[in-house]
């Protein structure tokens, strides 16, 4: 299995555009994690999906960031208007089994000036 | 709430064994988890315990679990310039959201 994909791997954008980061899970996972990682807060968890349906979004920053999960290979996390603040790396991970191993993503590395 | 505890750093010489140590609040978590991060690259799993086990052995890796102290630890035997990388230690039920650490950063020097 070619594992968590993420896309894209870098992503440079001017402060007020809207960013777009995409994930593809492992396929037969039933659980999708977004996550921010940063050195000021370490890595923190924004939102996670259950067969599709978002279970928990409290760690969604605020209204500028929201997450889709439209079908079971495929997800988005979107932030509009971006800010400096936003930058950050962002990981992407699935599970699916009741020991609930997570599998994530390389990341995408966001800059926003 | 949860709340999940690392030290931030450790540095070994290459050949030693390492010992991280983790502690953590959540009594209910049914497994405990080690991640490895690498330089620009996701969190890797190492390896996990079940929260009833007090040891777990796998090659290099040790993991030592009190549960009565909610305290985890990681050995890895005969240390490697390779395994020099950031540690997380994580907690969780079944499934859900997982609890990690703010990570050690493991340093491996000659």
């Known amino acids: 299995d070619a594992g968590v994909i993420q896309s894209p791997r870098h992503e440079v954008t001017e402060m007020g555009q809207e960013v777009t980061l995409r994930c593809k899970p492992i396929?037969?996972?039933?659980?999708l994690f977004w996550y921010r990682q940063t050195m000021m807060r370490g890595l923190e968890l924004l939102i996670y999906?259950?067969?599709?349906?978002?279970?928990?979004d409290s760690g969604m920053p605020e209204d500028r960031f929201s997450a889709k999960m439209p079908n079971a290979s495929f997800s988005t996390l979107k932030i509009q208007p971006s800010e400096p603040r936003d930058s950050a790396v962002y990981f992407c991970?699935?599970?699916?089994?009741?020991?609930?191993?997570?599998?994530f993503g390389a990341g995408t590395r966001l800059s926003v000036l | 709430g949860e709340d999940v505890e690392q030290s931030l750093f450790l540095s070994v010489r290459e050949g030693d064994s390492s010992v991280i140590n983790c502690t953590y609040t959540?009594?209910?978590?049914?497994?405990l988890y080690w991640y490895k991060q690498e330089p620009g690259a996701g969190l890797q799993l190492l390896t996990y315990?079940?929260?009833?086990?007090d040891m777990k052995q796998d090659q290099r890796l040790t993991v030592l679990l009190n549960k009565k102290d909610k305290h985890l630890s990681l050995r890895i035997a005969d240390t490697q310039t390779g395994d020099s990388a950031i540690y997380f230690c994580?907690?969780?039920?079944?499934?859900?959201?997982?609890?990690f650490g703010a990570g050690t950063q493991v340093v491996v020097t000659p």
């Open positions: 991970a699935s599970s699916f089994d009741t020991k609930n191993i997570q599998y």
């Open positions: 396929s037969g996972h039933n659980s």
């Open positions: 999906f259950n067969n599709n349906v978002p279970i928990d």
């Open positions: 959540d009594s209910s978590s049914t497994y």
């Open positions: 315990i079940f929260s009833n086990m």
């Open positions: 994580a907690e969780g039920s079944s499934w859900g959201k997982l609890q």
